[in-house]
């Protein structure tokens, strides 16, 4: 697997969404992360403390989720910014009349130190990131061993009929390519993870408008393409736009309704206990090569 990082991402782009998304959870976000916490109950390992990666974006939900399936753990949340450090402690922090803030684990804001956790929770974000083999490793380092991970993140058929559309227009791609869900597995293999398993699916949503549509999209994320347009556009783009969408994206069977596919990759991997090497070649005295040779037992016992 190459170390190159994705050519698809503009890394200060990808810098500037980080400093400015939007500190919500989207629907989808929420969805998906249900989806993979409702996966939890065919784990029997009970962390003694897990880290929620980045849970503003990734699921304000699924964090209750988590702690009600892990009531005694010691939890980490990990926001990458330190506004955001601030804006999941009101989030995230339980009322002082709820009883989670008194029986259950300790929680710090902060990133766990090494091979601390024995669960790493991160919710569609690798596809934001620029430098995602570095974003898994971190992971791995922050595993026990024998801890386990879990993630999401979208997958190359995302957005399929929006990329289509603009190729027909004649348009920069609306987005940057997503990753197969194999080539992850393989970068979780390089990272020293064991056991991958990796598997997807669809989600279809519709739309009415598309404004709602448009709204959605801004929530979701950002055009992270180094060949997107260049420049603001302005209402007349907006009109263009909307009229495309409505041509290529509506659905007679779905009521006219818009239609966007999202696939969804899911991935779980144990960081496994460091194998040991064995040399590849053996150093051998002179005299006891000689001894050999001989017959008799090499010097030095």
């Known amino acids: 697997m190459s170390n190159e990082r994705p050519p698809t991402i503009d890394p200060v782009a990808t810098a500037r969404w980080q400093r400015s998304a939007p500190t919500l959870s989207p629907w989808l976000h929420e ?8 996966r939890l109950q065919w784990i029997k390992l009970q962390p003694a403390a897990w880290a929620h990666w980045e849970p503003l974006r990734g699921g304000v939900l699924a964090h209750g989720a988590l702690r009600r399936r892990y009531p005694k753990a010691q939890t980490f949340i990990v926001e990458p910014h330190t506004q955001r450090v601030v804006q999941a402690q009101r989030a995230l922090t339980p009322a002082w009349w709820q009883p989670a803030r008194w029986r259950g684990g300790a929680t710090r804001f902060a990133s766990p130190a090494d091979g601390s956790v024995q669960m790493l ?4 974000a690798l596809h934001m ?3 995602p083999q570095a974003l898994i490793a971190q992971w791995h380092r922050a595993l026990a061993t024998d801890g386990f991970l879990m993630f999401s993140c979208l997958g190359p058929d995302t957005l399929g009929e929006l990329r289509a559309l603009y ?4 348009w920069p791609a609306p987005g940057h390519e997503f990753t ?6 393989d970068m979780l293999v390089a990272a020293g993870f064991a056991e ?12 009415d408008s598309p404004a709602r549509l448009l709204d959605d999209l801004r929530e979701l994320g950002r ?3 180094p060949g997107r347009h260049p420049s603001l556009r302005g209402k007349g783009w907006r009109v263009r736009l909307e009229a495309a969408l409505m041509r290529h994206l509506a659905r007679p069977a779905a009521g006219g309704r818009l239609a966007l596919t999202f696939e969804i990759v899911y991935g779980h991997a144990l960081k496994a206990a ?3 090497r064995v040399a590849s070649e053996s150093a051998v005295p002179l005299q006891d090569m000689r001894a050999m040779l001989l017959g008799n037992r090499p010097s030095g016992g």
């Open 223 to 225: 055009n992270l393409h």
């Open 196 to 207: 991958p398993v990796m598997d997807m699916e669809r989600i279809v949503l519709t739309y």
């Open 167 to 170: 190729q027909a227009e004649g």
């Open 180 to 185: 197969d869900m194999h080539d992850w597995g």
């Open 121 to 124: 929770w991160a919710n569609m």
């Open 274 to 276: 460091p194998r040991i």
């Open 31 to 38: 969805e998906v992360a249900r989806r993979m916490e409702d």
């Open 129 to 131: 990131a620029a430098d």
